[in-house]
Structure formats: structure tokens, C-alpha cells
């Protein structure tokens, strides 16, 4: 394990705590990235829907692994803290396939994951999950894995079975080599609380218009919240205003605050 590696994952693993909760807003290209770190944040983390749309493709593990690793390589060569990746559920159909993704992830140099459970059974995603642990054991890197369920965002059975379900899914992806535990679709405070005190790693939320703040998530003892793609939905919906203003009342309102040029332009020097 190089030390510089070494050293940039023991710093992301420490930004994972619920007294100031690791706050992502996840990005999908350099540019994207740069903004970001430009704004304060401590750490990158990568969009998949993002990145796929970005690439003309659309979400839901359709991205092949060589353009996802590409992104993830760019980003971390244009900022200076930690990047974490999506990878979706793996990029591939076998555990060796996997391990190639998380192998090619390390050296692209990101030093986290995201990996869902979506529709697959839990024995097969824990595989999935020990398969990306065994390829960051074979690269010497320590990698922060950090386990996606979806169980929320299916809305199938009560709050309560969800629940259940969840941490029980959880215990066996921790089992398995996860590091934290990303329970998107979580949002109202009972909820929350059930799951941080059940779950025995750090547990990350996905958050949006209308959830609650960072401190109360911290409060509450989520460690992590992300924003997911709604960054990217955001900045292609300002396309589409724009557009439309345009086209329709002849009018260009829309892009009254878009980012200075010479700003944005001087993020992606290369000589700075």
C-alpha cells in the first residue's frame, strides 16, 4: 500500500462521523468536480447517473466499466481530496468482473465505492461485496466500501418491515467487507434513528429539496449525506428553462446567474 494512499483513506475514513456528517454532492465530470472542491467540500464523490447521462447513456448499470473508470481517473487527477466512485452494482455479471472494476477504481486512485444491492438477492450481493474486498487486499489499498440497499425506494411492506429488513441486510453486507451502509429513501426522523442505532457502521443518507438539514441528520446519527444525481438533474433542468425561455419568450432570465466564465475557466487550468 503506497503511503500517500495510505494516508488520503485513513483521512476519508474519518470524515465519516455524525458530528459533522461527511456531506457529498456528487459530481460527474472534471469540471463538475473542481466546482465542488472549489466550494468547500472535503471530498468527491461520483454520480453514476450522472456520469452516464454526461456519456449519453442512460442509468441503471448500463455504463461499461473501461468509460466509468475513465471519469473516475480524470476526476481524481483534477482535485486533491478523496474520491469515492459509484460503481453500481459492479459493472459486470461475475464476482471476477467485479474485482477487475474495484481493481481498476484503486488505480484510477479513489480510495471509496458505492455499490448496490438494487434487485439482487442479499447472498449474491454479499458476494459482490467480498469480491470487491478481496481485490483492494490484493492491491495492497485500503478502500472504503460502502453498501448500497434500495429497500426504501422499492416501497414494498410497512415502515416497520422495511426497517427490519434493512438492518438485517445490513448486518450480512457488513459481514461481508462493507464499511458503511447507504440507505437511500430513508428521510422521516423515526426511521432514521432506528437505523443508526441498528446498524453498527457509519450510515449514509440521500438528501434533497425538503429533507432534513445536515445537523439534524447529524443529530441523529447519520455519518454521510449525499445528494446523489439531483446536482446533475439540477443543471440539465437550467438547460431546458433555458432553452425554452429562449425559444418561447425571446428571453435569456434563465441564465442570470450562471457561473462567471473566467472563474470556471481558471478551475480547469491546467498550470495552477
Not at 73 to 88: G, L, R, W
Not at 129 to 135: L, M, N, P, Q, T
Not at 181 to 195: M, R
Amino acid at each position: 500500500m503506497s503511503f500517500e494512499h495510505h494516508q488520503i483513506a485513513a483521512h476519508f475514513r474519518s470524515l465519516h462521523t455524525s458530528q459533522k456528517p461527511l456531506a457529498l454532492s456528487n459530481a460527474w465530470d472534471v469540471a463538475s468536480a473542481r466546482i465542488t472542491e472549489a466550494a468547500g467540500a472535503s471530498a468527491v464523490a461520483t454520480t453514476s447517473a450522472g456520469v452516464a447521462w454526461s456519456l449519453g447513456i442512460p442509468d441503471g448499470d448500463r455504463l461499461d466499466r473501461e468509460r466509468a473508470v475513465a471519469v473516475v481517473a480524470s476526476i481524481v487527477d483534477a482535485v486533491n481530496v478523496p474520491v469515492t466512485a459509484n460503481i453500481e452494482g459492479g459493472y459486470s455479471e461475475t464476482l471476477e468482473g467485479i474485482a477487475t472494476t474495484v481493481t481498476g477504481i484503486l488505480e484510477a486512485g479513489a480510495v471509496g465505492i458505492n455499490m448496490e444491492d438494487g434487485s439482487r438477492d442479499p447472498a449474491e450481493f454479499c458476494a459482490r461485496i467480498s469480491a470487491g474486498r478481496d481485490a483492494a487486499r490484493s492491491a495492497g489499498r485500503d478502500l472504503f466500501i460502502n453498501a448500497r440497499t434500495d429497500i426504501f425506494l422499492t416501497g414494498a411492506g410497512r415502515v416497520e418491515q422495511q426497517i427490519a429488513e434493512v438492518l438485517a441486510r445490513a448486518e450480512k453486507y457488513v459481514e461481508a467487507g462493507a464499511d458503511g451502509i447507504f440507505v437511500p429513501g430513508a428521510s422521516d426522523t423515526g426511521t432514521i434513528a432506528a437505523l443508526t442505532e441498528g446498524i453498527s457502521v457509519p450510515v449514509n443518507v440521500m438528501v434533497g429539496a425538503g429533507s432534513l438539514n445536515v445537523g439534524e441528520l447529524g443529530g441523529l446519527g447519520v455519518s454521510r449525506v449525499s445528494l446523489g444525481s439531483s446536482i446533475a438533474q439540477a443543471a440539465y433542468a437550467v438547460a431546458q428553462r433555458a432553452t425554452e425561455e429562449l425559444n418561447t419568450a425571446g428571453t435569456y432570465t434563465t441564465v442570470e446567474e450562471a457561473m462567471d466564465y473566467g472563474f470556471l475557466n481558471g478551475l480547469l487550468d491546467s498550470s495552477r
